[in-house]
């Protein structure tokens, strides 16, 4: 996030797109909704009419995956009608003639027809957006889970460049990340593409610095990112894995060209702390532990770095993962120091991180509300709010994007689109939410949203199980008639594991980031009993 | 949270507390100013999060030029006020006020307000001010029908009719799931139609028992920790991403209990979600691992030392490196582990493996 979550409940509008923000992001809700309640203007755009939706003022109801062209049809309202701010673009960005050209075609009139939002609607939230000095644009995995994700982000940046809704308080571009510490491992360098802090591993001098500091000759190239890695997998290129905390066959899409690539693995560790469908797979399973039961960090979605403290011991011979790393470096022949505790590993990671070079856990351990990155030295008090003084480095360019449809579009065969999420009541896989009591009254079986007259088609009723299949595999699931779905559109959960969404799923991956499609790809609903004839 | 934010120089003004000036500005109420100041002022039916609604008359001051007290928590200052917090009278009316809240209430063998596991604030306030002697009173209190909701219990017995919950559950988790509901004597915290919890919007944030002053609303998991019997540890929601701190609350080795910090002191602001607040069970499940275990030859997992589980596993991917090269290794690291675990796992690929094929499990 640009910008920090307190600053929510200053804010005097807030677009949110693709963030189901009531159940993934609960807390940051709460501040929307006081926002609310302090009359600040919610926009939703969501192909279902989620909670957030009923206390908007307007609900942008879309078709899934035409987000391009939505937000490329307010640029073009903020261009021609000139609500541009005409400061902020000179002073700090590029490119925006060329951008200028590439938005005029993107009429709100021909994007009522791809999108289904009213013409009107368009116009009057792209006026609302660009002349509220206080807007922020919040969004999520409905964004960067297409095909286009990428394209997604970029016409969202757009946005947020051209109207100069940048460097502000309560006013800027706000990715809330999913999970509660996906920001901190990025930050760390769990990528193929960078060291920590985001220092490329292709750059000569980057890697020179890491090679003095771990001893050791490091990989020039760029390495491949999970999707790819999934893919490699399953054709058998990837031989060898060690997966830490996660299931890659329950959270991955298109599950079962990942079990072919699991069942041909030659060796594969898990380092778990509950069973999963992964470990079924595994030559060796490390017990770990859970966040209660070790001290660290975790960063979350507002680049606040805040301390994970240890209160119990981890169950019978289970270890802390650090530890276990450390030893398993070693007994493949790596140095790795014999650190002490976390915090001096994490001293070890400021010390070639930039970003975080003046955070430690004794200056968090002073601070209830953590240190928020980029944070440079030990006098830094963090950075609440992001390029107060312009982007960080140089000019910002506009990047010109065109609208792709989805990678599987809906036919005879499949008719309904298909998107997946998360509910408030459980987490992930669910290995631990669905250990608990409240989210198995609230939630307890898979479901598929449905509208009713898309379920009236069908023959479908409330709570009867049906059979939903995509061209990749099929999965039951008890039918969930609601008038929130758009008609054509149906929404699956993604928490459980013996009926699992990412049977369905399209694992087509965005151009650049290789993100999955989990937002969009066809599928059919059936009764599971034929009709009774007469 | 007291660094005010600059103002501009007209909108400040002065107001005198306990003869001390201060500055204040248009819109703060007494307590808030006289928070600023270091004076306390007790509150009952209020949480900062809320509207005030004036109702215990718990925080009453003297307020130069009004006949009568009033409700610190809900009046608001203005320029040149003058405010006392602390006199006879006010001491004299928290005595009476506090008398009739005990007369009825759920008493312990000295006489004072049960402790209960959300540290009630009614016993807390007694133990400060004797209350006056009132004869108790024998009105049962009207309750809800137990229902099947796993979290949330509610007590009449000690309820003191603040408003509080429903506040909480109207204003800032925005459903509306629990109510004021009959009259009178009979007044009482429900739902509509009586309905247990889990057949209302109700989304088990557990914030109701969070703002509840006295305990009538406890967690059903773990109703008797009391505060004092449990070791707090500070700690970070290891689920989604707003990263709300928490306080866990362990107990003979376990996690007993988790409640949310003060309002005010961290980023969630004393709120949590079911999931942060509720759902810990994992933590001590029988399910969890707790030995290495390595597939043998009938093809299945077998406890085994550490000492042969790190051997084993290290050879087995040293051995795939030999055999394909780094390009056909693959490391998962997780979002679910810590930056210093996550720090450890690229290095791990990067230096023994000497491969950047190292990724996160989610790319958002
Ligand atoms: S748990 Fe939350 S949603 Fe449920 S009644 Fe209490 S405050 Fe309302
Ligand atoms: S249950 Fe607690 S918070 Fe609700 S009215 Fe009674 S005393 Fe107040
Ligand atoms: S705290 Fe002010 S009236 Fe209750």
């Not at chain 2, 006489?111 to 604030?121: D, K, S």
């Amino acid at each position: 996030m640009t910008n920090s979550i307190d600053e929510i409940r200053d804010t005097e509008m807030m677009f949110v797109i693709g963030s189901n923000t009531s159940e993934a992001h609960p807390i940051i809700a709460m501040e929307m909704k006081k926002a609310v309640g302090r009359g600040s203007r919610l926009i939703v755009a969501d192909p279902r009419a989620i909670w957030m939706a009923g206390i908007a003022e307007k609900h942008m109801q879309l078709h899934p995956g035409t987000d391009v062209w939505l937000l490329n049809a307010m640029a073009h309202v903020i261009v021609t009608e000139d609500l541009v701010d005409h400061d902020f673009i000179a002073a700090h960005t590029e490119r925006f003639e060329e951008y200028r050209e590439s938005v005029l075609s993107y009429t709100p009139e021909e994007a009522e027809k791809i999108t289904g939002v009213p013409a009107q609607d368009i116009r009057d939230v792209a006026r609302l957006y660009a002349t509220t000095e206080k807007a922020g644009i919040y969004y999520t995995l409905g964004i960067t889970e297409h095909t286009h994700g990428t394209d997604n982000v970029y016409a969202l940046a757009n946005l947020v460049l051209m109207t100069g809704h940048l460097g502000k308080p309560s006013a800027g571009m706000n990715p809330l990340r999913g999970q509660n510490n996906v920001q901190g491992a990025n930050d760390a360098g769990a990528t193929p593409v960078f060291y920590p802090g985001y220092q490329n591993v292709t750059d000569p001098a980057v890697r020179k610095k890491f090679e003095q500091a771990w001893g050791v000759e490091l990989d020039p190239n760029d390495g491949l990112n999970l999707n790819v890695m999934m893919k490699e997998l399953a054709k058998g290129k990837i031989k060898g894995m060690y997966v830490m905390g996660e299931d890659i066959v329950i959270s991955e899409p298109n599950v079962s060209q990942i079990e072919k690539g699991l069942n041909q693995i030659e060796f594969l560790v898990c380092q778990e702390i509950f069973h999963n469908l992964t470990t079924q797979y595994a030559d060796v399973v490390f017990p770990s532990s859970c966040f209660a039961e070790k001290d660290g960090v975790f960063t979350n979605s507002d680049r606040r770095v805040q301390r994970v403290r240890k209160a119990v011991d981890p169950p019978g011979n289970a270890r802390e993962d650090w530890r276990i790393l450390a030893d398993m470096a070693r007994a493949c022949g790596y140095p790795m120091p014999h650190y002490e505790n976390p915090g001096e590993i994490y001293d070890e990671m400021a010390a070639l991180t930039p970003k975080v070079a003046g955070i430690s856990h004794e200056r968090l351990d002073e601070r209830p509300r953590g240190l928020q990155w980029p944070c440079t030295d030990s006098d830094h008090e963090g950075t609440p709010t992001l390029h107060q003084d312009g982007p960080i480095v140089g000019k910002a360019g506009f990047q010109p994007v065109a609208y792709r449809p989805s990678d599987e579009m809906p036919d005879d065969e499949y008719p309904l689109v298909l998107s997946t999420g998360r509910t408030l009541y459980h987490y992930n896989a669910a290995t631990q939410t669905r250990r608990s009591a409240g989210p198995v009254a609230k939630q307890a079986r898979n479901f598929i949203e449905i509208h009713r007259k898309d379920a009236g088609k069908l023959g479908i009723s409330d709570g009867e199980t049906v059979r939903v299949s995509s061209r990749r595999g099929s999965v039951e699931a008890m039918a969930m008639v609601s008038p929130r779905p758009r008609r054509g559109c149906v929404w699956m959960p993604m928490h459980f594991a013996e009926s699992r969404a990412n049977e369905l799923t399209n694992d087509a991956g965005d151009p650049i980031t290789q993100t999955a499609e989990y937002k969009v790809c066809a599928v059919r609903v059936e009764a599971l009993t034929p009709e009774p004839v007469g | 949270m007291s660094e005010a934010r600059q103002l501009p120089e007209d909108e400040l003004f002065e107001v005198e507390i306990n003869g001390r000036t201060c500055e204040a500005r248009e819109g703060e109420t007494v307590f808030e100013v006289a928070a600023r100041q270091g004076v306390e002022i007790p509150v009952l039916c209020h949480d900062t999060r809320l509207e005030p609604a004036g109702a215990c008359r718990v925080c009453l001051v003297e307020v130069e030029g009004q006949r009568r007290l009033q409700p610190g928590c809900a009046w608001k200052v203005s320029a040149g006020m003058k405010i006392t917090t602390e006199s006879d009278r006010i001491e004299k009316h928290r005595r009476v006020l506090y008398g009739l809240y005990l007369a009825d209430h759920k008493l312990d063998d000295a006489g004072l307000p049960v402790e209960t596991a959300n540290a009630n604030q009614l016993r807390m306030l007694a133990e400060k001010t004797p209350p006056l002697q009132l004869e108790a009173v024998e009105a049962p209190r009207r309750g809800r029908p137990e229902d099947e909701n796993p979290y949330i219990k509610f007590d009449p017995e000690l309820c003191i009719l603040c408003a509080r919950c429903t506040r909480y559950c109207d204003e800032i988790e925005a459903v509306n799931a629990i109510t004021l509901a009959w009259r009178g004597s009979e007044t009482t915290i429900s739902t509509a139609g009586e309905r247990g919890l889990l057949d209302t919007s109700c989304e088990l944030c557990g914030g109701c028992i969070d703002t509840c002053p006295t305990g009538a609303l406890i967690e059903k998991k773990a109703p008797q920790i009391l505060p004092a019997h449990a070791e707090k540890v500070r700690s970070t929601c290891n689920f989604c991403g707003v990263g709300c701190q928490l306080d866990l609350h362990v107990v003979d080795g376990k996690v007993a209990k988790v409640t949310s910090p003060p309002v005010g002191e961290t980023v969630n602001d004393g709120n949590l979600c079911v999931k942060g607040r509720f759902a810990y069970d994992f933590v001590h499940h029988e399910d969890r691992l707790t030995e290495p275990l390595i597939r043998r030859e009938d093809g299945e997992l077998h406890p085994a030392s550490w000492e042969e589980a790190i051997e084993v596993a290290a050879k087995g991917l040293l051995g795939v490196k030999e055999r394909h090269g780094s390009d056909a290794m693959g490391f998962v690291s997780s979002s679910r582990c810590t930056v210093e675990e996550n720090y450890l796992m690229q290095k791990l690929s990067r230096t023994a493996f000497r491969t950047n094929n190292i990724h996160q499990c989610a790319a958002t």
